[in-house]
């Protein structure tokens, strides 16, 4: 069965100089569950292909049903000196949002 995580989490971004920070937060104990399990650095720097750079850091937040990336070299510099229309990275969490994962592998 194919879920796109928007049905199951919410999220929130951010710049961090040239890097991208993207928290997904689950709305129930379920939902971390799954978002821990199958939204991997690897899933979210796939999704990101050529937005993405650098490596991605996944950190972990159980307190709050979150997982939080960290996009290194995604936002062409920083904000202020970035040519991108979102050199500050708010669109990214609602583009991760958009991720449709299988949760029968």
């Not at 920070?21 to 939902?31: E, L, P, Q, R, T």
């Not at 821990?36 to 720097?45: A, D, G, M, S």
């Amino acid at each position: 069965m194919k879920i796109r995580l928007l049905d199951i989490a919410h999220g929130r971004s951010g710049d961090k100089g040239d890097a991208a920070n993207v928290g997904i937060i689950a709305y129930d104990d379920k939902g971390y569950e799954i978002i821990k399990k199958y939204l991997t650095k690897e899933r979210v720097k796939k999704h990101f292909d050529g937005i993405c750079f650098g490596e991605v850091e996944r950190y972990e937040l159980p307190n709050l049903r979150a997982l939080n990336f960290i996009l290194n070299k995604t936002l062409g510099g920083g904000g202020t000196v970035s040519l991108k229309l979102d050199a500050q990275g708010k669109t990214l969490a609602a583009a991760l949002l958009r991720m449709e994962i299988d949760i029968n592998e």
